[in-house]
């Protein structure tokens, strides 16, 4: 069973940087593709980053190209999410991923087999 946690959100000012963490049960990332997807209120399921450690590619949604980084440590089980230049627009609760699959299948939620359950970020200007 693909148990994923995530950790590290919090409140920052518009500019700033957090780290969100995913730590995921034992052999997952090897075996998925793992991404991080976030939810404003009112608005639907967005993908923001994936990254399958197979295949060594990063996907980035256009709005968080040059802003967020995706990154693993494979050893740990873990799979991150770097956000700087962090805008109100980025608030939302923001989920971890994992696809079922040895491949990325883009941003559709749906597509996504297992999920975590969350960690708000919120951005204030």
């Known amino acids: 069973q693909v148990q994923l946690v995530e950790s590290g959100g919090g409140s920052v000012q518009a500019g700033g940087s957090l780290t969100l963490s995913c730590a995921a049960s034992?052999?997952?990332?090897?075996?998925?593709?793992m991404g991080w997807f976030r939810q404003a209120p009112g608005k639907e399921r967005e993908g923001v980053a994936a990254?399958?450690?197979?295949?060594?590619?990063?996907h980035y949604a256009d709005s968080v190209k040059g802003r967020f980084t995706i990154s693993q440590d494979v050893a740990k089980n873990a799979t991150y999410l770097r956000m700087t230049g962090l805008q109100p627009e980025d608030t939302g609760m923001y989920y971890c991923?994992?696809?079922?699959?040895?491949?990325?299948?883009?941003?559709?939620?749906?597509?996504?087999?297992?999920w975590g359950q969350g960690s708000q970020v919120t951005v204030s200007s």
């Open positions: 034992i052999d997952t990332i090897s075996n998925n593709c």
């Open positions: 990254l399958y450690t197979g295949g060594g590619m990063k």
């Open positions: 991923a994992a696809s079922g699959t040895w491949y990325c299948p883009g941003f559709s939620p749906p597509e996504w087999q297992y």
